[in-house]
């Protein structure tokens, strides 16, 4: 009888926790804005896809052939407009062979 009085009470309490966007587990509110950011996520519409998967992998076939992807514990590597345009016309390449087909 006890635990059924105990369950009846915590589903009747479970609604008036379920909105409570600021419960504060952690100090400053971390929890919370976790949360919040968490919940606009799921709320924000997926981005489309700008590129086609043949032109992301011609580019980057080529900047691995310009050497520009860094290895291990290299640093960031720094690109040059001619690289830039030249990994850019790979991924227009591909994507006018994917029309083609």
């Excluded at 080529?62 to 001619?82: K, N, S, Y």
């Excluded at 790979?90 to 029309?99: D, K, N, P, V």
Aim: charged share 20%.
């Amino acid at each position: 009888m006890k635990r059924t009085v105990l369950l009846a009470a915590l589903l009747a309490a479970a609604p008036a926790f379920a909105g409570e966007g600021d419960v504060d587990i952690v100090p400053n509110g971390y929890v919370s804005q976790v949360m919040q950011a968490a919940q606009a996520d799921r709320r924000a519409p997926a981005a489309a896809a700008t590129k086609t998967r043949a032109q992301v992998a011609a580019e980057t076939r080529e900047a691995i052939r310009l050497g520009l992807l860094a290895h291990g514990e290299a640093g960031p590597v720094e690109i040059t407009q001619e690289q830039a345009s030249l990994i850019r016309r790979a991924g227009l390449r591909a994507l006018a062979h994917e029309a083609g087909r």
